[in-house]
């Protein structure tokens, strides 16, 4: 009977593992499974290892399928574009292009390419690879990054690229619908690297856990939710990097994560708590890196709601009613408050612009003025986790409640997820909501075109959540997007800020410059605006 | 027996629909768009629509979950939405590592619970009993995500002693067999690799041991004390049997019953994957891979892997029940 029990035991025990085992339908596993070591890892004497942590893991390596930054960190590492962005700033220099010119009705772009180049696969890289990858982006909607800048819909996938053509070996041309002044500024962008349309074809639907690029970086391993693993690129048309080793480590939690820098597991992180940069910069071996603001932090009002927020003059007042100056000391160091919808980094940024004074009582006047001397109930639609441009939303918003409770507004804030937020704010439930934007090719553009022109105040898929509907700055931004002389668009964009200012459809927050920590015995890490750099140029001492 | 084990397993099924039930109606419950949090914040709606269509979540609720009940029924765990992997090869990658943290801090917490609380029970009111079940008071009621960080603050960053995440050191070679690295290391013989997988193993298995090691100690305690007074160990100790026999034979092994379904039910919950303890310690378990879906909305993958946790719980349980047989000979499965 003993006997039997046991075997039994067993046979329950073998049938344990063999759920565990059930799982596993796929033969492939074994062989990834095998790959889980870390061991794989460098680590032998002498070769250069950054290790990078971070909150979450990437998407997938595919960048013209992804928008998250998570994903784009790693392809920038991988990839090329045509052109590229100066190491500190959002200007152009050339990459896989060495030269372009643009016709003189802005619809036709040139571009050179260099002969030099080569997959890292080995196929060479030519115009007709250009030719692939764009056409390959116009084919469907999950190219998120192409048919947002370009205007891609069902109907048109294309968008405002009529046509891409090899015009030589090596030299491609754009033909476009319409002339389009961010253009170049815009196929700088890390979601447009040109992939092997060799190993496109070759892992189809697995592409994009294998990427293959011709950038300063050849992607080794992936081990899901956990690391990715790039090696140097030895034949890399530029600067060939200075590490051997680039791992990408997935650390969930911001403290965990810290922890790991100070007991010097990992090189370089994001997603620093603003409360632990003191402590960094307190540590001698750390320091703390922050990346040049290219985003704004701010509160619009629904102007296409009945009631107060309709009126001009109490969305002046309250931009009086806010002190600014004591709101961004809430962003523990790394804010710096706005006063226009777009960053001072970025040319075209109107300094002249004068911030509405924090002036309670000419905010109560105003008020009065407009009929709403005893006040009046409103919502404020928040998000709960911090974001780069916000560290403490929900204390943001409780300090602007506060103040506004001053010229007699009841602020009630309605806190939700990120999703729900979204979704909330673009269907326009909110009297007030908070939002931010990160620029994604440096360009005014970006930035007022998207967040408050009209055509982006569509109810369901707003980008423009004040719904803010004026033609004399849908004209101006028009202009500015065929011009193509940058002097001329500048003066178009500062106009167009000065109008902002005036309809006050936004109480503007702050830019902030997000803190990246590391360890001291990392050089020349440059961080670039756009939340993104290849590390080609990052050392270890 | 044989009979006892077919109903035992029979029953999985509605405990699994039921499982299965809640946790899909559950997770629509939660705010939040898989679509939105996959696209991100500059997707257009049109996008939005065609990828919620393409994962058919336009469509009605009943359909969904006949659908995912469908996959389920032929062994298809489906496919995880942001990475499009298969979820059944992802889940049998991440499970040895959740096997062997569970394993190694139960293993501990056994051990230590189970002594703790007999010489707890045989040394009453003194101060070991007192020691032992205030800390094991604390044991229960400390979070685990603070314990986890304050261990890697004093022993990797003050101390720097052991390492503070992950399960084995980048650049120590391991062949894996089993992907339970302590016994691949054995197995291979690879004594650097066995101590670099254990001294990742030590924190995360101390951190998860500490619940299940209190809750152990204190029922162990109680259900001594209770067979202590009994009269058969009175008779024993008249007898004059030494003090270790009578404790450990005749007094443990009736004691341990309750103990041994605390036992089971606790090895239940840690195999599901340790969801703190693994995220803390960057383990790259179930636990951690559950977490990262919930947070992105990765619905395929909460909903399979939540059903295969509960089939491994009740699994656990079936096992437990039936070793109480070894235990106390008089119980009849029928």
């Known amino acids: 009977m003993k006997k039997k029990t046991g075997l039994l035991l067993l046979a329950i025990f073998c049938s344990l593992l063999f759920v565990v085992a059930a799982c596993s339908n796929d033969t492939g596993s074994k062989k990834d499974s095998g790959k889980n070591t870390e061991a794989e890892g460098s680590g032998s004497s002498g070769e250069k290892t950054l290790v990078f942590g971070r909150g979450a893991d990437s998407i997938q390596l595919d960048p013209s399928k992804v928008t998250d930054g998570e994903s784009l960190n790693v392809t920038i590492q991988i990839y090329d574009t045509l052109v590229k962005y100066n190491p500190e700033d959002t200007e152009v220099q050339p990459s896989l292009a060495t030269e372009w010119n643009v016709s003189d009705d802005g619809k036709k772009w040139t571009f050179k390419l260099r002969d030099d180049v080569k997959f890292h696969d080995g196929t060479d890289f030519t115009a007709e690879d250009v ?18 800048m370009f205007g891609a819909t069902e109907d048109n996938l294309k968008g405002i690229v009529d046509k891409v053509e090899a015009t030589g070996d090596y030299e491609v041309t754009f033909t476009l619908s319409e002339p389009n002044a961010p253009f170049l500024n815009t196929v700088a962008m890390s979601a447009f690297g040109i992939a092997s349309p060799e190993a496109i074809e070759k892992y189809g639907e697995d592409y994009s856990k294998h990427p293959v690029g011709t950038g300063p970086f050849v992607f080794e391993e992936w081990v899901p939710d956990d690391q990715i693993t790039l090696k140097k690129n030895e034949d890399y048309f530029g600067e060939v990097a200075k590490l051997d080793k680039v791992v990408f480590k997935t650390i969930p939690d911001n403290g965990a994560r810290f922890m790991e820098l100070q007991s010097g597991t990992i090189d370089v992180m994001n997603g620093l708590n603003p409360q632990d940069i003191q402590t960094v910069e307190g540590d001698d071996n750390l320091q703390i890196i922050r990346r040049p603001s290219m985003n704004v932090a701010y509160m619009a009002m629904n102007t296409d709601k009945e009631g107060p927020m ?54 109560k006047a105003l008020l009065a003025e407009a009929g709403y001397a005893d006040g009046f109930d409103v919502s404020l639609y928040i998000f709960s986790n911090p974001r780069d441009y916000m560290p403490q939303p929900k204390v943001t918003a409780q300090a602007i409640q506060e103040m506004l409770k001053k010229v007699n507004i009841n602020v009630k804030i309605v806190e939700s997820d990120w999703d729900t937020h979204l979704e909330a704010t673009e269907n326009g439930k909110h009297d007030m909501a908070f939002l931010g934007w990160t620029g994604d090719n440096g360009d005014p553009d970006n930035f007022l075109y998207v967040l408050l022109d009209k055509d982006n105040a569509k109810m369901g898929s707003a980008g423009n959540i004040a719904f803010y509907k004026s033609d004399e700055l849908h004209d101006l931004l028009k202009q500015a997007q065929v011009e193509m002389d940058q002097e001329k668009r500048s003066d178009l964009y500062k106009k167009a800020q000065e109008l902002v200012h005036e309809d006050a459809p936004w109480l503007p927050i702050a830019h902030t410059t997000p803190p990246l920590a590391a360890n001291k015995k990392v050089k020349n890490y440059q961080p670039h605006p756009t939340g993104g750099e290849a590390f080609n140029l990052v050392d270890i001492q | 027996m044989l009979k006892y084990i077919i109903r035992r397993l029979a029953m999985l099924i509605p405990v699994l629909l039921g499982v299965s039930l809640i946790t899909f109606s559950l997770i629509h419950l939660i705010p939040g768009d898989p679509a939105r949090s996959m696209l991100g914040e500059k997707a257009s709606q049109q996008q939005l629509e065609l990828l919620r269509e393409e994962m058919g979540l336009n469509d009605p609720f009943i359909v969904q979950y006949g659908r995912f009940l469908g996959h389920i029924a032929q062994g298809d765990l489906g496919t995880s939405i ?50 032992s079940m205030t800390g094991a008071l604390f044991g229960v009621s400390l979070p685990i995500f603070w314990l986890g960080l304050m261990m890697i603050w004093l022993f990797s960053v003050k101390f720097n002693i052991l390492p ?109 994957g340790a969801v703190l303890t693994e995220t803390i310690f960057s383990w790259p378990g179930v636990g951690r891979y559950v977490y990262l879906a919930v947070l992105g909305r990765d619905y395929p993958i909460v909903q399979s892997a939540i059903l295969v946790i509960a089939v491994i719980f009740v699994l656990v349980n079936l096992l437990t029940d039936l070793l109480y047989k070894y235990i106390d000979p008089r119980i009849k499965y029928n």
């Open chain 2, 164 to 272: 503070p995440s992950g399960r084995l050191t980048a650049g120590v070679e391991l062949n894996s067999i089993t992907n339970f690295y302590l016994l691949d290391s054995i197995l291979t013989g690879n004594w650097t690799a066995f101590k670099d997988a254990f001294s990742h193993l030590l924190m995360p298995g101390v951190a998860l041991a500490t619940i299940p090691m209190a809750i152990i100690a204190r029922m162990t305690r109680s259900s001594m004390l209770e067979v202590m007074r009994q009269d058969y160990i009175r008779t024993a100790n008249a007898k004059g049997l030494k003090k270790g026999l009578v404790v450990f034979q005749h007094a443990l092994k009736n004691a341990f019953l309750p103990v041994l379904t605390v036992i089971g039910l606790q090895f239940g919950l840690l195999m599901g």
């Open chain 1, 131 to 148: 030719v692939y990858n764009f056409e390959r982006w116009q084919t469907g909607a999950e190219f998120i990054y192409y048919g947002y």
């Open chain 1, 310 to 363: 309709a009126d001009k003059k109490v969305r002046q007042a309250i931009n009086m009613a806010v002190d600014k100056e004591q709101l961004i000391t809430l962003f523990e160091g790394v804010g710096k408050a706005a006063k226009n919808p777009i960053p001072p980094s970025l040319w075209g940024y109107n300094d002249d612009v004068e911030d509405y004074k924090y002036d309670p009582d000419k905010a």
């Open chain 2, 82 to 131: 942001q990475k499009k992997e298969d979820i059944a090869s992802q889940l049998m990658e991440k499970l040895p590592a959740t096997m062997e943290l569970a394993i190694f801090a139960m293993i501990l917490a056994v051990i230590i619970g189970v002594l703790a609380g007999v010489v707890a029970a045989i040394k009453q009111y003194s101060w070991f009993d007192n020691l």
